[in-house]
Nanobody, 125 residues
Framework: VQLQASGGGSVQAGGSLRLSCTVS????????MGWFRQVPGKEREFVVA?????????TADSVKGRFFISRDNNNKNTVYLQMNRLKPEDTAVYYC??????????????????WGQGTQVTVSS
């Protein structure tokens, strides 16, 4: 299983970015997926997750109302993270995670089986 994340970059505060994560090597729609982020010297932090069907979502309070996750189970095997009204404190390396089984804890990184390589997001004030 491989996860390829893309879409990171630099943006000014208040701007938007969309991250993508494409999964290959397994049946995409069988598992939930999530996004985490990490800054140097800190633990990896949960951001948002989506269920296998796309019908369930769980969002960290720090990004609620600004970040939105979606997935395309049909042709693209891709999960997206739309990030709006970005703040400097959103600066981090963002990781997509895969393999969340039904009934697992959304925000627990140990519940995810596979990880992407990370993509840097930098928000300047």
């Amino acid at each position: 299983v491989q996860l390829q994340a893309s879409g990171g970059g630099s943006v000014q505060a208040g701007g938007s970015l969309r991250l993508s994560c494409t999964v290959s090597g397994r049946t995409f729609s069988n598992y939930g997926m999530g996004w985490f982020r990490q800054v140097p010297g800190k633990e990896r932090e949960f951001v948002v997750a989506v269920s296998w069907s796309g019908g369930g979502r769980y969002t960290a309070d720090s990004v609620k109302g600004r970040f939105f996750i979606s997935r395309d189970n049909n042709n693209k095997n891709t999960v997206y993270l739309q990030m709006n009204r970005l703040k400097p404190e959103d600066t981090a390396v963002y990781y997509c995670a895969d393999g969340l089984r039904y009934g697992s804890r959304w925000s627990d990184e140990s519940e995810y089986q596979y990880w992407g390589q990370g993509t840097q997001v930098t928000v300047s004030s």
